[in-house]
């Protein structure tokens, strides 16, 4: 059977089109806030999360979400009788809702800790701080990421 | 292993609030990312970090992926008597770095 121009033009078509296709790179799922929720109550277990005594300084808008410096400080006397165990920082939509766990004591005298991180996407970054009468004290920060870490492809 | 950096004031006074800062050569990859053939690069990143003052552990952090790379960490101690402070990082694939600095505390 002889190929009609029609015909030869139409495949040369579907072919090209086949050939622009980009190749699919599986991402992970990201963590969403179901996760996140998990990997908090992991840490804090069943007691309530109060919001305040906890800064996190994190920029509202950032460039490149491969190092994004962050800074937790937690207001309290560092006493014997009144401290600071510990600090945990999640996030909500990178593949994994752990950020780092950080622990301290009343010889810190100040609590605070600082640190860079990675962002996947825009979103919601959550600092919780663990005192020595094992009260949980929270506060978020939303941040905007215009160049995602974490799962770009390795050149 | 000189892949550390160390910020420790070499003097303070007794009681003082000293800020320690370090910073670590590492790569971090977080084991979410593929090559361009679809392959998915191997997880490799510092799992822990703990510093002593004197022998006794006065900060720990468990680092995650979503820690950059070449982990800064920054914390706070006071000054309570010279000595030396321990650094410790360790992870994936057996990795294991420490360092030190010492203070002198009038």
Request: glycine content about 6%; overall charge neutral; some cysteine.
């Amino acid at each position: 059977m002889r190929t009609t121009r029609r015909q030869f033009l139409s495949l040369a078509g579907s072919v090209t089109a086949a050939g622009t296709i980009p190749i699919v790179t599986l991402r992970p799922i990201d963590a969403t806030p179901a996760m996140l929720n998990t990997a908090i109550r992991n840490v804090v277990g069943e007691a309530p999360i109060r919001t305040g005594k906890v800064k996190l300084d994190i920029p509202p808008l950032v460039e490149n979400g491969n190092t994004v410096p962050m800074t937790v400080s937690v207001a309290s006397p560092l006493t014997a009788a009144d401290y600071v165990k510990s600090i945990h920082v999640f996030n909500e939509k990178n593949p994994q809702p752990n950020i780092g766990n950080f622990h301290l004591g009343p010889w810190s005298g100040r609590a605070q800790v600082s640190t860079r991180i990675r962002l996947a996407d825009s979103q919601k970054v959550v600092a919780i701080a663990r005192l020595s009468d094992d009260s949980f004290w929270q506060v978020a920060a939303d941040v905007v990421v215009t160049l995602a870490a974490c799962t770009e492809e390795v050149n | 292993m000189a892949a550390a950096l160390i910020n420790v004031p070499a003097r303070a006074k007794r009681g003082d609030v000293i800020e320690i800062r370090t910073l670590t050569s590492h790569i971090m990859e977080t084991g979410f990312r593929h090559t361009a053939a679809g392959d998915l690069v191997p997880r490799d990143i510092i799992t822990s970090f703990t510093c002593r003052y004197n022998g006794i552990e006065i900060f720990h952090a468990d680092l995650y992926p979503a820690i950059a790379a070449n982990p800064y960490l920054s914390f706070f101690t006071v000054a309570k008597e010279s000595g030396k402070f321990e650094f410790e990082w360790i992870g994936d694939n057996g990795y294991s770095s420490t360092a030190s600095a010492s203070i002198t505390v009038e």
